[in-house]
């Protein structure tokens, strides 16, 4: 049985037949007698319009390439969305009728054939009210979680006579092959991490030192593939909701993308009208989170291990991970933008398209630390000010940036906005210390090629943001004591079910409200 018979595709006929011929006939017309005068006045009236209308509407021959999505070629975007629309709902509607077809056809059998490769709408664009998770619908931080769950304990401690010490040979070779974990999530590791490799320190610092370099790398990659054309950047599913959104007048104008990167594309906009009970900025940023799945497995371990993601995480399914990185991305903006730190406002989440304010004007983004050239004087304010709002970040938002780099921070107004918080995560996720210790060397690094004398190494500096006392005087052994700080978290998190102190100032979790 060939499945596409279920049912038959309506697919797009030639044009409807009255397109070409009238069924009622032709209209009567029947010529009305007149003198040569009216005839005179008549076209004299025509031509006068004419004229008048066009004095009025000058500028509407030239839409012929308008702004991306607007509110002034909604005519013939308006005509493409319904077209789209529709078809989404046939596809939608083919596919239930295909699933009850698949159903009748295998009946109680063992054996069932699977009609999954007919399907028109792909798995990921399939869609269901139910599973939204909206702005509207999220009033609290649902990642906040006060007790978090309990993580298998894991570790090397041993017992009585089989207790290692920290030197041991093969210990330090397995602990060397668990660190490489730590490096960049797009640094492959192979299959070292899970096999019992045992990696020396000599070999494991030469690869610490490629990873980094690779990490530099891959920003710069990165940042080549930014200006991609808009058109290829969103599927029609998004280019559905963006319209939505300035159909509803959230949005003024779309008028074109900032930024396309490997996991997200960013398009700037100018605001629509504000409602009751909301301001839209003037101009706004629309980060689109890439539906393109398979760049964000690599982002795994920031929210695998999170315990705050941890009964989310095993239930949904590759969309809705994705709608979670942007809903993250919400969340620790609104935390930041309690804490006063200065970052985009978020305006609006759709899905996985989240709105923000725009840092920047006149559409032109402010530019990343990495692109300005500041004055002596600027850098040594904005290396104080990035050393403050890690720490407010970390105090006040019980948060850790984790990509925090020159690439996202951008100078506007004379002062530094951190951005790019989805994968932020909170100091006690199992690997928090480590993400946060990875900011301190970038930060760190940043400032002082940037000359600024006063800048913190990073060792200081992730004493002085986390308020920790690390002593260890090179960067092997202190981020040994990073892990074993994790590990004690985790096992007092397993026996006590709840967070360490030295965790936060007071120990108490930040109190935001929203
Ligand atoms: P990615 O995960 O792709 O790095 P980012 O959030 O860093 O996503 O955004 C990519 C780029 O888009 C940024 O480097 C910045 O230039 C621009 N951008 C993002 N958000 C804003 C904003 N609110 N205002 C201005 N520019 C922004
Ligand atoms: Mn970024």
Known sequence: MDPVEVAAAPDAGPGPAWQNKCPWGAPNTTSISCSLADVMSEQLAKELQLEEETAAFPEVVAVTEGPFISGENV????????AQMLQMEFDREYDAQLRREEKKFNGDSKVSISFENYRKVHPYDSDSSEDEVDWQDTRHDPYRADKPTTTPRKGFIGKGKDITTKHDEVVCGRKNTARMENFAPEFQVGDGIGMDLKLSNQVFNALKQHAYSEERRSARLHE???????????????????????????????????????????????????????????????????????????????????????????????????????????????????????????????????????????????????????????????????????????????????????????????????????????????????????????????????????????????????????????????????????????????????????????????????
């Open 75 to 82: 005519d013939t975007s308006s005509d493409l969305m319904l």
């Open 224 to 514: 080549k593939k930014e200006h991609s054309t808009a058109e290829k950047a969103v599927d029609p599913k998004t280019r559905l909701l963006l319209y939505k959104m300035v159909n509803a007048g959230m949005l003024e104008t779309i008028t074109g993308c900032i930024s396309t990167g490997k996991e997200s594309v960013v398009f700037h906009a100018y605001g629509g009208s504000a409602t009751e009970d909301k301001v839209i900025p003037p101009e706004c940023a629309i980060k689109v989170f890439k539906t393109t799945l398979n760049e964000f497995k690599n982002r795994d371990k920031y929210i695998k291990d999170d315990y705050r993601f941890k009964d989310r995480f095993s239930k949904l399914n590759p969309r809705k991970i994705i709608r979670m990185w942007a809903e993250k991305e919400m969340h620790n903006l609104t935390r930041m933008q309690n804490a006063g730190i200065p970052c985009p406002q978020v305006v609006n989440l759709k899905k996985h398209i989240l709105v923000m304010s725009f840092i920047g004007q006149d559409q032109v983004p402010a530019p990343k630390l990495k692109d300005v050239t500041l004055s002596s004087e600027d850098m040594k304010k904005a290396y104080y000010q990035v050393l403050q709002m890690m720490q407010q970040l970390y105090k006040e938002c019980n948060l850790v940036h984790a990509d925090l780099s020159e690439y996202n921070m951008l100078w506007h107004d004379g002062k530094v906005w951190l951005i790019d918080v989805s994968q932020s995560v909170e100091p006690t996720h199992p690997h928090g210390l480590q993400f946060l210790f990875r900011d301190c060397r970038n930060v760190s690094q940043f400032f002082q090629k940037g000359g600024v004398a006063e800048a913190l190494n990073e060792r200081e500096l992730f004493n002085a943001v986390s308020g920790l006392n690390i002593t260890a005087e090179n960067e092997v052994d202190f981020q040994e004591e990073i892990e074993t700080l994790e590990k004690m978290n985790e096992d007092h998190v397993q026996n006590q079910g709840k967070k360490l102190l030295m965790f936060s100032s007071d120990g108490d979790p930040p109190i935001h409200s929203e």
